[in-house]
């Protein structure tokens, strides 16, 4: 093991990933982070290429992702909860969104205190095309798996992102 990947180890090899309390991280586990931070790198890249381009902030964009990926329209609450930003730090970011014309604010139900808020859809086409060049990457890469490999790939995601998503879970 190279020094690298013992401070890695020490980082969080302990926590995550290891057999028993003490025991060495799974090398598997290490090329895994090792992929999952320069993965993280490239999106960030871009993300804070995009929230240049658009007079945004980089946690404009996370609050646009979650708009856009939300199963359930959004609330400035709900949104709140999920980036884990104060109740003014979501307005100021909820103002800026709005005023780029990123979103708008609908008040949908008999409580015209609720306010939902959408993804425009001139907006969406915007990030389409800014991000056009991933969707290409993406399948690309895609072509080069079996439908198989590939539903693998989606179920650790999708469990990884549950773990990460589960709030405090990694705050021990």
Not at 23 to 44: I, K, S, T, Y
């Given at each position: ?13 302990d ?7 003490g ?41 646009l ?12 609450s ?18 800026r ?26 907006a969406?086409a ?21 439908d ?25």
């Open positions: 093991m190279d020094s690298r990947q013992a401070d890695e180890g020490r980082a969080g090899g926590r995550v990933g290891s057999r028993s309390e025991a060495a991280p799974h090398p598997d586990l290490l090329a895994l982070a090792v992929q999952l931070r320069r993965l993280n790198g490239e999106v960030n890249r871009l993300v804070h290429g995009f929230a240049a381009d658009q007079g945004l902030h980089p946690t404009d964009v996370q609050a992702s979650a708009i856009l990926d939300s199963p359930v329209p959004l609330t400035p709900l949104l709140r909860q999920h980036l884990g930003l104060t109740s003014g730090a979501v307005s100021a970011c909820v103002d969104l709005e005023r780029a014309g990123h979103i708008t604010r609908v008040r949908e139900s008999a409580d015209r205190r609720v306010v939902h808020l959408h993804y425009v859809p001139g969406q915007r990030a389409r095309s800014y991000f056009g060049p991933l969707a290409s990457a993406t399948e690309r890469v895609r072509r080069g798996f079996s198989g490999e590939l539903a693998v790939v989606l179920r650790f995601l999708d469990h990884l992102n549950e773990e990460l998503g589960e709030p405090g879970r990694l705050r021990t």
